[in-house]
């Protein structure tokens, strides 16, 4: 089984993984693990440790939250490989052994939210123009200008979406990130699902900067060529966090789209054990989505494909298919409805196993777009649903920095403003209805106006 271990090395062990510059290897950090097969490429991580600000329980995603990366506060995390054989016996020999071991982790397999079923397309990306009413947010003048937009993938073929937007796409190769051992340029990939991605987040913020960072791209043992693992999605947050915070802190934006997801409990410890992701506030991967909410990020997630009438084949928790970070309290949640804002089939449905009322929101898919997969095939799934959303938010932090609007302040917002699709306000086919710029345009005035 594949995991990932969370160790407290020495403080200065911790300072030089979280300092600029070479980084220690993981036999530095976790040399001579009992029973383990470290994975030599993987890059430690720094996790930051959770501080509630005013008291409480620590790994509460419903409570404000502090992080610290000092060096006595931050773990480090590395991967390795563990036997199938008394995995329970092997994970309490290993923590008992090494004191330093301060949790073993899943780290299951993250594939992209593909659609099931072959219906043609429901209009196109002009309709989803016209209805995310792009051309109001051009005039307030949002348009995703000096945005940060990082698309977590496989890869972006710039070229492609520059040639089907028929206009030029702004690349940020230089804050672009590729997993160890994924080979390749930033924008220069092949066409495919993170292309799709990128196209679908500039429609309506086609001025903002995508930063490429090929997630799926890196292969596990048996993989396929649209699936990686979760502790790559770990070190592609943690040079996220670098980005963040780079940026001056009055005028942050940094917007993170992840079309993706865990399909099976097969990769995963069972729920209740430490070490469990979908359901486990604890697992680092959730603690680093909560830092980087906390620091100013706005993370959207798919809420994935496993919706009742038509799930994708890979479905296979019984039931709550929205797992881990996909439901994730910080993170906003994307479930897809066609032009006709009429809920897809495959859109999974709530209650999600962090947070119990998602998807958030639903978001625009099934049109012809991208035409990254073929040149009658639609952009679909909550794979699209998700950049949609995620290129409205951009466009709103053209004006509306972190430091005016907290992620938590722009996701209440759109939550508040959403085109209601049922008569009880929330509903787990729908979240809280599908996004409405209107609202959410009418909404900022306002809010100008109070803080003039």
Same mark, same amino acid.
């Given at each position: 089984?594949?995991?990932?271990?969370?160790?407290?090395?020495?403080?200065?062990?911790?300072?030089?993984?979280?300092?600029?510059?070479?980084?220690?290897?993981?036999?530095?950090?976790?040399?001579?693990?009992?029973?383990?097969?470290?994975?030599?490429?993987?890059?430690?991580?720094?996790?930051?440790?959770?501080?509630?600000?005013?008291?409480?329980?620590?790994?509460?995603?419903?409570?404000?939250?502090?992080?610290?990366?000092?060096?006595?506060?931050?773990?480090?995390?590395?991967? =390795?490989?563990?036997? *199938?054989?008394?995995?329970?016996?092997? $994970? #309490?020999? !290993? %923590?008992?052994?090494?004191? +330093?071991?301060? /949790?073993?982790?899943?780290?299951?397999?993250?594939?992209?939210?593909?659609?099931?079923?072959?219906?043609?397309?429901? =209009?196109?990306?002009? *309709?989803?123009?016209?209805?995310?009413? $792009? #051309?109001? !947010? %051009?005039?307030?003048?949002? +348009?995703?200008? /000096?945005?940060?937009?990082?698309?977590?993938?496989?890869?972006?073929?710039?070229?492609?979406?520059?040639?089907?937007? =028929?206009?030029?796409?702004?690349?940020?190769?230089?804050?672009?990130?590729?997993?160890?051992?994924?080979?390749?340029?930033?924008?220069?990939?092949?066409?495919?699902?993170?292309?799709?991605?990128?196209?679908?987040?500039?429609?309506?913020?086609?001025?903002?900067?995508?930063?490429?960072?090929?997630?799926?791209?890196?292969?596990?043992?048996?993989?396929?060529?649209?699936?990686?693992?979760?502790?790559?999605?770990?070190?592609?947050?943690?040079?996220?966090?670098?980005?963040?915070?780079?940026?001056?802190?009055?005028?942050?934006?940094?917007?993170?789209?992840?079309?993706?997801?865990?399909?099976?409990?097969?990769?995963?410890?069972?729920?209740?054990?430490?070490?469990?992701?979908?359901?486990?506030?604890?697992?680092?991967?959730?603690?680093?989505?909560?830092?980087?909410?906390?620091?100013?990020?706005?993370?959207?997630?798919?809420?994935?494909?496993?919706?009742?009438?038509?799930?994708?084949?890979?479905?296979?928790?019984?039931?709550?298919?929205?797992?881990?970070?996909?439901?994730?309290?910080?993170?906003?949640?994307?479930?897809?409805?066609?032009?006709?804002?009429?809920?897809?089939?495959?859109?999974?449905?709530?209650?999600?196993?962090?947070?119990?009322?998602?998807?958030?929101?639903?978001?625009?898919?099934?049109?012809?777009?991208?035409?990254?997969?073929?040149?009658?095939?639609?952009?679909?799934?909550?794979?699209?649903?998700?950049?949609?959303?995620?290129?409205?938010?951009?466009?709103?932090?053209?004006?509306?920095?972190?430091?005016?609007?907290?992620?938590?302040?722009?996701?209440?917002?759109?939550?508040?403003?959403?085109?209601?699709?049922?008569?009880?306000?929330?509903?787990?086919?729908?979240?809280?209805?599908?996004?409405?710029?209107?609202?959410?345009?009418?909404?900022?005035?306002?809010?100008?106006?109070?803080?003039?």
């Amino acid at each position: 089984m594949r995991i990932m271990i969370q160790l407290r090395p020495t403080p200065d062990l911790v300072a030089a993984v979280t300092e600029p510059g070479p980084s220690p290897s993981t036999a530095d950090v976790a040399g001579g693990l009992p029973g383990v097969e470290l994975d030599p490429a993987f890059v430690p991580v720094a996790i930051p440790r959770p501080l509630p600000r005013s008291g409480g329980d620590p790994l509460s995603l419903d409570q404000p939250l502090d992080f610290s990366l000092a060096a006595e506060d931050a773990t480090v995390l590395v991967r =390795g490989t563990i036997s *199938d054989d008394d995995l329970a016996a092997r $994970v #309490a020999l !290993l %923590s008992s052994l090494r004191p +330093d071991v301060v /949790g073993v982790h899943a780290d299951p397999v993250i594939e992209t939210s593909l659609t099931c079923g072959g219906d043609a397309p429901v =209009g196109d990306w002009r *309709d989803v123009e016209r209805l995310l009413n $792009v #051309a109001a !947010l %051009s005039a307030e003048g949002l +348009d995703g200008s /000096g945005v940060a937009l990082a698309v977590l993938d496989t890869g972006i073929n710039a070229a492609h979406v520059a040639r089907q937007l =028929g206009r030029s796409v702004t690349l940020d190769a230089e804050r672009s990130w590729n997993p160890s051992g994924v080979p390749g340029r930033p924008g220069e990939f092949d066409v495919d699902h993170g292309t799709m991605c990128a196209f679908d987040t500039l429609i309506a913020a086609p001025q903002a900067s995508l930063i490429d960072v090929p997630l799926l791209m890196s292969r596990r043992p048996g993989g396929s060529a649209l699936d990686g693992l979760l502790s790559d999605a770990v070190a592609a947050f943690a040079h996220l966090r670098t980005v963040l915070e780079a940026q001056p802190a009055e005028s942050r934006a940094l917007v993170i789209n992840n079309s993706w997801g865990s399909f099976s409990p097969r990769w995963d410890f069972p729920v209740g054990h430490p070490g469990n992701y979908s359901d486990n506030a604890a697992h680092p991967f959730n603690l680093i989505v909560a830092s980087l909410d906390r620091a100013g990020a706005d993370v959207l997630f798919a809420a994935g494909n496993c919706g009742r009438e038509c799930k994708d084949g890979r479905c296979a928790f019984p039931d709550r298919p929205i797992v881990g970070a996909n439901s994730h309290a910080r993170a906003l949640s994307v479930g897809g409805v066609d032009v006709n804002g009429e809920r897809v089939g495959y859109s999974s449905q709530g209650p999600g196993r962090l947070t119990a009322r998602k998807p958030d929101l639903c978001a625009y898919t099934h049109f012809l777009g991208s035409r990254a997969f073929g040149e009658a095939e639609p952009d679909s799934g909550t794979s699209a649903a998700c950049p949609v959303a995620a290129g409205l938010v951009a466009a709103i932090r053209t004006q509306w920095p972190a430091s005016r609007l907290s992620p938590a302040q722009l996701r209440s917002l759109l939550r508040r403003t959403a085109d209601d699709r049922s008569e009880i306000g929330f509903d787990f086919d729908y979240g809280y209805g599908i996004v409405d710029t209107a609202g959410v345009v009418a909404a900022l005035r306002r809010r100008a106006k109070r803080v003039a």
